[in-house]
């Protein structure tokens, strides 16, 4: 569609319509174009769901919910089924809004108040500030090798900001690696359920229902809470969604261009705050009902993969550590036990997969820092270029917050701060209050800046309103516990 019918197309009384709850904002009107046509080939277009799910397997599955489940058996499984549906259904809200505008959620909140942006890229950064996969990746490589977890650590890192930096297009260097990451773990996974996990263990698979509880008492609210928070996604990378699937072209994300590097990609197109479609009229109803093909292959998309993917790789990582470390005595209460359930998986199967093991969990959980870096700096960069530097070249300012990210995590390694668990659950606790907030958010962005067709309502709303409540009582009670041990307390 060429520029002049741009303008004249958003003359009508359809097209004032659907501007309408985006005047008044500092943020510029969108532009009015037709929804493009919904994928008739949907394995193209997979891949987002993929970067989640890929991001996603770490911290939750080769950390945390093997630590509880070599802690108290499998009692607590059911809560990552609980955090993974719930993140999915708001995760789906933040794609509604990108499907819809072509906009990222973040924009969508700052058209209500300028600086929303800036609040969310500030927790995200005090989420993620302290480099917990890197260090867990960077303890598993020195099972498999020596050396010092903090010194290897800094060196992931550097290699992270080299890889996110200097690929031509930042979103297909992702989704690859996060593709291979998920079918190496998957690989894991079908091995060690034939050769590894026990007949006791698959005996005990009802205990996850018929045994379900909270153990709060021997292992802590904030660890639990941490468990369930990155159960898949969790705080920030939940909203970068939006991003993903606007750089793979999902609905009105189309005309929007993708982040290059500035080192060795092309130079971008200058990028539009958003795109709307009318919904009224003979051009409405037939954006409706590309719309309705785009709805169902985005929640489609998300299910089969990051769905699928999470709560297979959660289960089946927990037998593993219930089959062989359950029971231990002396097991360690921290990322050490990861070095038993790899020597007990040794004894078990050969030598080959107790190394296996390792290899695959430390890839793993360097994928998800690299993933927790892009999304991260790429939250940010869209922030700065959306409401304070909209002159400047984004790749550009996701180069120098990429760096930054990596600097800034070098030096809290350098401090000595490098607990794995502990800094996982840091995190956890700033990503709780996040999505507390942006939960509230997406319901006042899709129900009042979309035209009434497209809108979150009847289960779907109700969905939302309850992941307010869970993530905001169990974020006030972890911060609770959490924030004075940070500080020396007991």
């Known amino acids: 569609m060429s520029t002049r019918d741009d303008a004249a197309g958003q003359r009508g009384p359809s097209a004032t319509t659907v501007l309408d709850p985006f005047r008044g904002s500092k943020l510029a009107v969108p532009e009015v174009r037709e929804l493009p046509k919904p994928p008739s080939r949907w394995l193209p277009l997979i ?8 991001v996603g397997l770490s911290s939750g599955e080769f950390v945390l919910f093997p630590f509880i489940a070599s802690q108290v058996g499998l009692v607590f499984v059911w809560a990552a089924v609980v955090g993974v549906v719930t993140q999915f259904f708001v995760t789906m809200e933040i794609e509604r809004y990108a499907l819809a505008t072509g906009e990222t959620a973040v924009t969508g909140f700052s058209r209500f108040w300028p600086h929303w942006g800036l609040v969310f890229a500030i927790l995200t950064y005090g989420a993620n500030l302290w480099p917990g996969w890197a260090t867990s990746s960077a303890t598993l490589i020195s099972f498999l090798t020596g050396g010092t977890p903090r010194y290897i650590a800094i060196g992931l890192l550097v290699a992270i900001g080299l890889i996110l930096t200097l690929a031509p297009v930042v979103y297909v260097a992702l989704e690859k690696i996060q593709m291979v990451k998920v079918a190496a773990v998957l690989l894991l996974l079908v091995v060690g ?46 909203l970068v969604q939006s991003n993903w699937i606007r750089d793979k072209g999902f609905g009105m994300g189309h005309y929007v261009p993708r982040l290059q590097s500035p080192v060795t990609g092309e130079p971008e197109a200058v990028p539009s705050t958003g795109y709307v479609f009318r919904t009224e ?9 590309r719309w309705r093909g785009w709805w169902r292959f985005a929640n489609i998309e998300q299910l089969s993969t990051f769905v699928a993917i999470t709560v297979v790789s959660i289960f089946f990582t927990s037998l593993l550590a219930y089959s062989t470390v359950f029971g231990l005595e002396d097991l360690p209460n921290d990322i050490q036990f990861v070095r038993v359930e790899g020597e007990q998986l040794a004894e078990a199967v050969g030598d080959w997969f107790g190394v296996f093991f390792w290899i695959i969990g430390a890839f793993s959980l360097f994928g998800a820092a690299l993933g927790i870096t892009d999304y991260t700096s790429r939250m940010a960069a869209d922030v700065l270029k959306t409401s304070y530097l909209r ?20 030096v809290v390694l350098l401090v000595g701060f490098d607990q794995p668990i502990a800094l996982v659950v840091v995190s956890a606790t700033v990503g709780g209050l ?38 905001g009582t169990a974020t006030v009670l972890t911060m609770s516990q959490q924030i004075p041990k940070l500080f020396g307390g007991e």
Request: hydrophobic content about 55%.
């Open 391 to 410: 002159g400047a070249d984004e790749s550009r300012i996701y180069f120098w917050l990429t760096w930054g990210l990596v600097a800034i995590g070098c």
């Open 281 to 289: 009229g003979p051009e409405g109803e037939e954006n409706l009902r």
């Open 193 to 238: 359920a034939f050769a590894a996990i026990t007949a006791t263990a698959w005996r005990d698979v009802p205990t996850i229902v018929t045994e379900a509880t909270f153990p709060a008492a021997e292992l802590g609210f904030a660890t639990l809470f941490g468990a369930m928070i990155f159960a898949g996604a969790g705080g920030g990378q939940n």
């Open 434 to 471: 996040m999505m507390t907030i942006y939960s509230a958010l997406l319901i006042a962005t899709n129900r009042k800046l979309l035209p009434a067709p497209l809108r979150v309502k009847g289960v779907r709303l109700a969905l939302l309103v309850a992941a307010i409540l869970i993530y």
């Open 47 to 54: 891949g987002p769901g993929i970067i989640a799910a890929g």
